[in-house]
C-alpha cells in the first residue's frame, strides 16, 4: 500500500488537480445548453445557426446536450475521480484517527503552536494534587481525559469530534448518493440496462372527465406507450380564477381502479400530486372542450337529469317536460364564463337568462321550479412519473447538509496537559485543532488563563 | 402606514448608512462608523417591519402569501440578508467600516427594486406553480445564500484594493479596516456559510420541482447556472483547502463567484428563458 508502487492510472483519478479540472470544465461546458435551445426540433438549429453548424451539434448531441456521451461521460470520470480520491485518502485519515495520542513526547509538545507552561508548584506542591486539579479541570470543561504515566512525569489527553474528519467524505459520499439516485431513476436507464420500460419513466396523460387510461406516454424515446398496471380515471376537472382573471386553482379529482374496484380517490393540484404504487401524477395542464354538463332537478317532484350537450341544439327532457338549450356564451379564449340558457315547458314564454358555470340557478316556472348547475366539459393534462430513485436522491442531499455542518463548522480539537514529576513543576498544557483555528485559540487561552490563576 | 412607505425609508437608512462608512473610512473617523451601525440596525429593524407589513397586506386583498415570490421581493430581501450578515459580522468580528463596501450593495438592491421602470411592486395571487410552501423555503436559504456571496464579493474587492496601495498609502487610507489576513480569514468564513445555503437552496429548488412538476432536475437555465455558480465555489474551496491558495488569487475567485451569484440571479431571467417567474414581473 505503499505511494510509491502505485498505479499510474490510479494515482491520476485520485488527484485533486484533476477534480479541479473537471469541476471547472462542468461549469463551462453546461453553459452551452443555457445559450443554446435544448430537445427542439431539428429544423430550428438549422435555421437559427445554418446546415453546417447544425450538424456539427448533432455530432456533439448539443440538442440534448446534458444526456449526451460526453457530458455524461464528464460526470462519469467525476464520480470516479471522486471515489478514488476518497478511497485512496480514507484508509489514510483512519490510521491517523488510530494513531495513540499518549504516545506524544513532551519534546513534541514544546512545538505545538498553542503552548503554554505553567508553573503549578504555587497552587499545587504535591505532583499528584496537581493531577487530582488538572482532572477536574478537564472535567469541568468537558473534556473526558485519558492519561499514561511516562517515565518522567504524567501526560494528560482528552479530544473532541475526531470523527468530524470525515464530514468532507460524507459530502463526496452524499453526491455519489444522489447520482447513484439519479441513474436508478433515469427512464434512460430503465429502457437500455434494464430492459423494463415501466421501472422509471416520465410521461404524460390527457384525460377528459369521465375519462380513464392504464397507460401513459412516454415523454421520450423508447416505445411510447407505458403500461401503468392499473386504471386512472378523471372524475372531474375544476379551475378557478382571481378576480383579476389570474388562474388561482387547477384541480382534478382522479380515482384509481384495480380490476374495476375503486381503491382511492382523491383531488390533485399543482404542487399537491397524486401517489399510488410508485406513479405519481402531477396537473399539468388542462383542456376546455366545447361541450357541457347540464344537471337539472325539477321540485317539488324531485326528479333530476344529467347530460352532456353542444351549444345551440335544443334538448328534450320529456321525465321533466322541458326543452333547453344554450343560446349565447361570454369565453374568455377557450373557457366559458358564462351561457345564455333557454328554457321552455311549452306553457308562455321561454326563459331566457345569463348562468355562471358551477353554479346552481333556480329558474321558477309554471310546472314547476328547475334547478340548473351547468358545466364545461374539460380534459385534465398530467405528468405521470415513475422515478424509484428519487429517495437515495433525497438522502444525499440530506446527507450532503450534514456532511457540509460538520466539515465546516466541526472540528477535531485536541489538548494534552503534561504534569512532570522530577524537579520542575512546570506543566505543559498544549492544543491542537485541524480547523478553525482562531476560534480554538480563544478557547485555549481562556483555559490557560485559568490554570494560571489558581 | 403602508410597507412602500416603510420600504422607502428603509431605502434611505441604507443610503445614509453608505455614505456615512464611506465618510468615516475617508476621513478616518471611526465616531461615524458607529452612526452607520445604529442607521444600519435601525434600517434592518425597518426592513423586517415592512416585510411583515406586505405579509399582511397580501392578505387584506386576498393574495396571502409570503412576499418572496416576485424580482420585487425578491430584490428587497435580498437587500436584507446582506444588510444581516453585515451587521452578523461586524458583531462578531468587529470589523465595522467594511460596511462602506457591503451596505451600498444592499441599497443598491433597494433602489433598483423601488426605481427600475421593469420591476412591478404591486402585489398579485399566486398562479398555482407557485403555491407551495417549498417556495419559501427556496427562496429564504438561496437569498441567505447569496447575501453571503455579495459580502464575501465586497471583501475581496477590499482585500485587491487593499493589497495593491503600497504600504505607506496603506497606513493612510485604510487604518481602520481589517489586516489583510483577516479579510482572508473573513472571505473564507462568508463563502463556507454561502455554500452551505446555496446547497440548500438548490436542493429546497429540487424538492419544490419534484413537488409540482415531477422532475427534480430539468436542466432549466436557472437551475443549470445555480449549478456552475456551485461548482465555482465548490472549486474556489477546494483550491484553499487542498492547494493553499489564499489571499489574492481567493479574493479574486470570489469576486468571480458573486458575479456568476449575480448572472445567476439576473443574467438568467434577462437573456436566457427557462421555468423561474421572476423575470417576467
Ligand atoms: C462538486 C463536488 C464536490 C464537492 C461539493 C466537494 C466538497 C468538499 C468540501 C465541502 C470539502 C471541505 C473543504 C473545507 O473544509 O473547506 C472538500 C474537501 C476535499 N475534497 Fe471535495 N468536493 C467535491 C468534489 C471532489 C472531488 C471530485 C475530489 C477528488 C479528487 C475532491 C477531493 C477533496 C479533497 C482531497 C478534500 C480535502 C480533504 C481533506 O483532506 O480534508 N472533492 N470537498
Redesign the interface.
Request: contains cysteine; aromatic residues 16%; neutral net charge.
Given at each position: 500500500m505503499s505511494s510509491q508502487q502505485k498505479n499510474p492510472l490510479i494515482e491520476f483519478l485520485a488527484s485533486?488537480?484533476l477534480?479541479?479540472f473537471l469541476?471547472?470544465l462542468?461549469?463551462t461546458t453546461?453553459?452551452i445548453?443555457?445559450?443554446i435551445p435544448?430537445n427542439a426540433q431539428p429544423a430550428l438549429y438549422v435555421e437559427q445557426y445554418g446546415p453546417m453548424a447544425a450538424h456539427f451539434f448533432q455530432l456533439l448531441d448539443i440538442p440534448d446536450m446534458?444526456n449526451s456521451w460526453w457530458f455524461t461521460g464528464l460526470l462519469a470520470l467525476f464520480t470516479a475521480n471522486l471515489i478514488v480520491c476518497s478511497a485512496d485518502r480514507i484508509p489514510r485519515l483512519i490510521r491517523l484517527l488510530r494513531r495513540d495520542n499518549l504516545e506524544t513526547t513532551p519534546e513534541q509538545l514544546a512545538r505545538y503552536e498553542l503552548l503554554r507552561r505553567i508553573d503549578m508548584s504555587l497552587t499545587h506542591p504535591d505532583h499528584n494534587a496537581q493531577l487530582d486539579h488538572l482532572r477536574q479541570f478537564f472535567r469541568k470543561h468537558g473534556w473526558k481525559t485519558q492519561e499514561r504515566r511516562k517515565d518522567n512525569g504524567v501526560l494528560l489527553f482528552a479530544q473532541k469530534a475526531p470523527w468530524s474528519r470525515f464530514g468532507v467524505y460524507v459530502v463526496h459520499a452524499s453526491i455519489l448518493v444522489i447520482l447513484a439516485g439519479?441513474v436508478l431513476g433515469s427512464p434512460a436507464f430503465a429502457r437500455k440496462v434494464l430492459k423494463q420500460n415501466n421501472f422509471a419513466y416520465?410521461g404524460s396523460i390527457m384525460l377528459p372527465e369521465q375519462g380513464s387510461t392504464d397507460h401513459v406516454i412516454s415523454s421520450k424515446g423508447g416505445d411510447p406507450v407505458i403500461d401503468l398496471g392499473f386504471t386512472l380515471r378523471c372524475d372531474h376537472f375544476h379551475i378557478a380564477f382571481?378576480?383579476?382573471g389570474?388562474?388561482?386553482?387547477?384541480r382534478s379529482q382522479l380515482t384509481v381502479l384495480e380490476n374495476g374496484k375503486e381503491v382511492l380517490q382523491q383531488d390533485i393540484?399543482?404542487?399537491?400530486?397524486l401517489k399510488y404504487r410508485g406513479v405519481?401524477f402531477?396537473?399539468?395542464s388542462y383542456q376546455p372542450y366545447q361541450d357541457y354538463t347540464v344537471q337539472l332537478r325539477k321540485e317539488p317532484d324531485n326528479i333530476v337529469t344529467s347530460q352532456t350537450i353542444v351549444p345551440a341544439r335544443q334538448i328534450q327532457w320529456q321525465e321533466g317536460g322541458i326543452s333547453y338549450g344554450i343560446i349565447n356564451r361570454e369565453r374568455q379564449g377557450e373557457i366559458t364564463r358564462r351561457v345564455k340558457i333557454w328554457l321552455h315547458d311549452g306553457e308562455g314564454e321561454a326563459t331566457q337568462l345569463w348562468v355562471e358555470m358551477n353554479q346552481e340557478t333556480v329558474i321558477e316556472r309554471a310546472s314547476g321550479k328547475y334547478l340548473l348547475t351547468i358545466k364545461q366539459v374539460y380534459a385534465t393534462g398530467l405528468?405521470?412519473?415513475k422515478?424509484p430513485g428519487?429517495w437515495l436522491?433525497?438522502l444525499g442531499?440530506l446527507l450532503?447538509?450534514v456532511g457540509?455542518?460538520i466539515a465546516?463548522f466541526l472540528s477535531h480539537r485536541k489538548l494534552f496537559a503534561f504534569v512532570g514529576t522530577s524537579g520542575s513543576s512546570d506543566l505543559l498544557f498544549a492544543g491542537m485543532t485541524n480547523k478553525n483555528k482562531?476560534q480554538f485559540e480563544r478557547i485555549f487561552t481562556r483555559m490557560a488563563d485559568k490554570l494560571e490563576q489558581r | 402606514m403602508d410597507s412602500s412607505l416603510l420600504f422607502g425609508f428603509t431605502m434611505i437608512a441604507y443610503i445614509l448608512a453608505s455614505a456615512i462608512y464611506i465618510g468615516g473610512l475617508l476621513f478616518k473617523t471611526p465616531r461615524l462608523g458607529l452612526a452607520g451601525t445604529c442607521l444600519t440596525w435601525g434600517g434592518v429593524a425597518m426592513h423586517s417591519v415592512a416585510t411583515l407589513l406586505r405579509w399582511q397586506e397580501s392578505y387584506q386583498i386576498g393574495a396571502g402569501h409570503a412576499p418572496l415570490t416576485n424580482m420585487y421581493e425578491s430584490l428587497v430581501f435580498f437587500a436584507l440578508c446582506i444588510a444581516l450578515t453585515h451587521l452578523f459580522l461586524e458583531h462578531r468580528y468587529k470589523v465595522r467600516m467594511l460596511g462602506a463596501f457591503v451596505l451600498p450593495l444592499a441599497a443598491l438592491s433597494m433602489a433598483y427594486a423601488s426605481f427600475s421602470p421593469r420591476i412591478d411592486d404591486s402585489i398579485k395571487p399566486l398562479i398555482p406553480a407557485l403555491q407551495s410552501n417549498w417556495l419559501i423555503a427556496h427562496v429564504v436559504t438561496c437569498f441567505i445564500g447569496y447575501g453571503a456571496f455579495a459580502v464575501g464579493g465586497a471583501l475581496g474587492l477590499v482585500y485587491l484594493l487593499k493589497n495593491s496601495r503600497t504600504p505607506k498609502e496603506e497606513q493612510a487610507a485604510h487604518s481602520l479596516l481589517p489586516g489583510l489576513a483577516a479579510i482572508d480569514e473573513l472571505i473564507y468564513k462568508t463563502l463556507i456559510f454561502g455554500f452551505l445555503w446555496l446547497s440548500a437552496g438548490i436542493i429546497t429548488g429540487a424538492i419544490w420541482a419534484n413537488e409540482a412538476w415531477g422532475t427534480y432536475w430539468s436542466w432549466d437555465p436557472k437551475e443549470t447556472w445555480s449549478i456552475i455558480t456551485w461548482f465555482l465555489y465548490a472549486i474556489t474551496l477546494h483550491v484553499r483547502f487542498t492547494r493553499g491558495w489564499s489571499g489574492t488569487r481567493i479574493a479574486w475567485l470570489s469576486l468571480v463567484g458573486f458575479v456568476a451569484v449575480l448572472f445567476t440571479y439576473f443574467g438568467v431571467n434577462f437573456f436566457l428563458s427557462g421555468l423561474h417567474s421572476y423575470g417576467s414581473s
Open positions: 485533486v488537480q477534480a479541479i469541476l471547472f462542468l461549469a453546461a453553459i445548453g443555457t445559450i435544448q446534458y439519479a416520465k382571481y378576480d383579476n389570474m388562474p388561482k386553482t387547477y393540484e399543482v404542487n399537491r400530486p405519481t402531477y396537473q399539468s405528468q405521470a412519473a422515478d428519487v436522491v433525497y442531499c450532503m447538509l457540509l455542518y465546516f482562531v | -
